[in-house]
C-alpha cells in the first residue's frame, strides 16, 4: 500500500495495463487551457498515441533512442503528443517515459531501469536530452515550467496556466492524489538517470508549493525521499 493506495483503491490498473482501449473524450476534444498541444492523431488511436505496429516493442533504450515503441506500439514522441485529458486518464504511459527500478503497482507490462541501462543514459546526452523533453512535457501537464533560471541553473515556476491544473493535478482527495505518484516516479527516474540538476529544480518547486498551500503532506516524504536518489550502478 501507498500513501492510502491499495491495489484495489487504484481505479488506474485495469486501464493502465490495457492498450486496446483509448480514453474517453468529450465531443469535439476541447482543448484545455495552457495545452498547446492538439489531439493526437486518431491513426490506430491506443491510449492516448497513435501506434507503430513497424517498430520493435518493448526495449526501452530503443524507446527513448527513437527508433523503437513501447509496449503498446506507441512512440515517445507521440507519448509526448498527448494532450492533458489523455495524460490525466491514460495510466500506462507514465512508466515509459519516466522508468525506474521499481515494479508498478499499476502496470506489469512497465519497464524496468537496471543497472545498465542507468549507465548507458549517464553517458548518453541524447538520452538524457529525451528525458529532459519528458519532464519539460509533463511539467507542463502539472502546470509547470522548466526553464534556465537567471543564476544559469534550472528552476521549476508555475507556468501561467497553473490554475487550471490545480483540479486535476494539485487537489487532495482524501489527502492525495495519483498525480503526486507520479511525481514522485519522475524524481527517482532523474536521480537514476544522472540527472540531478533537473531533479533538484523540481523538488524545490514542490517544496515552494507546499509551503504555499499545496495540502500534499501525505506525498512529501516520499518526494524529499526520491529527491536524493542516485544511480545505483
Not at 37 to 66: W, Y
Not at 202 to 210: K, P, V
Amino acid at each position: 500500500v501507498i500513501w492510502g493506495f491499495g491495489r484495489a483503491a487504484a481505479s488506474c490498473a485495469p486501464m493502465g495495463t490495457s492498450c486496446t482501449k483509448p480514453p474517453q473524450r468529450p465531443p469535439g476534444n476541447p482543448r484545455v487551457p495552457g495545452d498547446s498541444r492538439g489531439p493526437a492523431s486518431p491513426h490506430a488511436l491506443t491510449n492516448g498515441a497513435p501506434q507503430h505496429p513497424d517498430l520493435p516493442r518493448g526495449d526501452l533504450i530503443k524507446f527513448f533512442r527513437g527508433t523503437g515503441a513501447d509496449g503498446c506500439g506507441r512512440t515517445l514522441s507521440g507519448l509526448r503528443e498527448m494532450d492533458f485529458q489523455s495524460m490525466e486518464s491514460v495510466h500506462n504511459y507514465v512508466q515509459w517515459m519516466f522508468p525506474t527500478n521499481e515494479p508498478s503497482n499499476f502496470n506489469s507490462n512497465a519497464p524496468l531501469l537496471t543497472p545498465e541501462m542507468q549507465r548507458e543514459f549517464a553517458g548518453d546526452s541524447e538520452l538524457q536530452s529525451e528525458l529532459r523533453k519528458n519532464l519539460e512535457r509533463f511539467c507542463a501537464f502539472l502546470g509547470l515550467e522548466l526553464r534556465d533560471g537567471a543564476d544559469g541553473e534550472l528552476e521549476v515556476v508555475e507556468a501561467k496556466h497553473f490554475k487550471e491544473r490545480v483540479h486535476d493535478c494539485w487537489r487532495s482527495v482524501a489527502g492525495r492524489n495519483h498525480n503526486w505518484l507520479r511525481i514522485s516516479r519522475v524524481l527517482l527516474c532523474l536521480g537514476l538517470c544522472s540527472m540531478p540538476k533537473e531533479q533538484k529544480a523540481l523538488a524545490a518547486r514542490l517544496e515552494l508549493l507546499h509551503k504555499g498551500g499545496v495540502r500534499c503532506d501525505s506525498a512529501l516524504p516520499h518526494w524529499r525521499k526520491n529527491a536524493d536518489a542516485v544511480p545505483d550502478f
